[in-house]
């Protein structure tokens, strides 16, 4: 009877040996190959959100603009001066002033007052022909009521706080309404908030001009 020479079945086995750690090292490849194309995908993606995020936003401008051309005004009148000593209040940035809707920017523009300084409740109250708008932001600890803030008096020593009113003025010397802030303390730093409501101010006179609002509304917004 024949029988394979011993040194065959152990060629054989070496091959398969060899073999096997062949397809191990090709699969270890392919799979390092899939995961770096995977990143490469990723990052692709990633840029190519980017970039057509960045062109969604300059076709918004470039329609903003188009709107301020075709009206024939200038962004600039909507520059606030003094408006980068607070770089957290994004709601001064003339574009947001130009392209928000008038009441919402009201309300806005109240309650950066509110955050931005020490007064417990600020309301926007405009008047004028065929114009009664109120915007009011109110922090949520405030002890105010709108009885007790409309009592409130700061010559009154019994009044237990204080309320300032700004006349909102044009170029012109029209008069749009007042911007008013409520303090629950009498030691309040009013003279601190008081550049900040100016800024404030004067970014809702020139938005109010700038829309030009002649419908009647009541707009009542808390900061929450």
Partial sequence: MNRAPPCATTDCQGDARRCARQACDLASQLSRQGEQARRQASSIHATTAAILGREREQMHQY??????TATERSIEYLLVPGREQYPDLAVLDPYLLAAADPLLLLGRLA???LHGGSADRIVVQLFGPGVEIEVEAMAPASPFTRAAALAADATEPDSGGITRSMPMMTMTGRSLGFFSC???EPDA?????RQLFDLVA?????????????SRHRVERRAS
Avoid: N
């Fill in 63 to 68: 329609r903003i603009d188009a709107e301020i």
């Fill in 111 to 113: 309650e950066a007052a």
């Fill in 182 to 184: 409520y303090y629950d």
């Fill in 189 to 193: 730093r009013i003279e601190e908030d």
């Fill in 202 to 214: 004067s970014a809702a006179v020139k938005a109010v001009q700038w829309h030009g609002v002649r």
